[in-house]
């Protein structure tokens, strides 16, 4: 990976542990339709995909009914879910010496822009990065896939020179049907199988390695 000048990051479960905010936000939701989930822990397969279609999928919820989740999950997200959150110890350090070894680094989440601005500022990362894409709240651009190829197009980024970083397969499959490489991280919600089976180039067991892969 040592020829590629663009790096773009996925956020959640790469760069930060959002566990608690966002599985508080979505017991939130549920709650709003009497629902009562078993734990936190069992909402972890929220975080990652666009979350709307995961009401549909993990609950059965329609179309409409999965847009009034979404409309609830933000009451308590956008107030107290998105701080409930940490860096994963080691990513500043590593973000910062990608940065003075002249790597471009990018955001590249299906997060809504407006809260993924947020949330690099509060922890202070919004510095190392050159661009930040994300979703819009509209519900436009939440594919993978679609926030790759923004931060591709608006950046004028060639994929050859570029390799995307994440931890679903989301980031894999999206990162390959844009040309460009892909590494999985294990620390974060995708396993090992997940992964591979997505065909991730390469796999990164904690923030050290990667950082190995990526200077």
């Known amino acids: 990976m040592e020829k590629k000048t663009a790096i773009l990051f996925d956020l959640d479960g790469t760069l930060t542990d959002p566990m608690q905010g966002i599985t ?19 909402l972890t397969k929220f975080i990652g995909p666009p979350l709307k279609g995961s009401f ?41 010496t990608l940065q003075e070894k002249g790597k471009r680094l990018y955001l590249a989440t299906s997060k809504p822009l407006v809260f993924a601005e947020r949330i690099l ?5 919004d510095r190392y990065f050159d661009y930040v894409g994300g979703s819009m709240l509209d519900g436009r651009r939440v594919e993978k896939q679609e926030v790759i190829e923004h931060v591709l197009q608006e950046k004028g980024i060639v994929p050859q020179n570029a390799v995307m970083v994440g931890d679903r397969r989301f980031d894999i499959e999206g990162a390959h049907a844009s040309n460009l490489a892909a590494i999985g991280v294990l620390y974060g919600y995708g396993d090992r199988e997940e992964l591979t089976a997505a ?17």
């Open 199 to 215: 065909g991730a180039d390469a796999l990164a067991a904690d923030v050290a390695e990667l950082s190995q892969m990526l200077v």
């Open 24 to 42: 508080k936000s979505v017991r939130y939701a549920l709650r709003h339709f009497g629902i009562e989930p078993e734990s936190l822990e069992s």
């Open 56 to 96: 549909e999928e993990f609950y059965g919820f329609s179309e409409d009914k999965a847009e009034l989740a979404l409309a609830k999950y933000r009451e308590y997200f956008s107030v107290t879910g998105i701080f409930e959150n940490e860096v994963y110890p080691g990513i500043a350090q590593m973000l910062k």
């Open 121 to 125: 500022k509060h922890f202070d990362l």
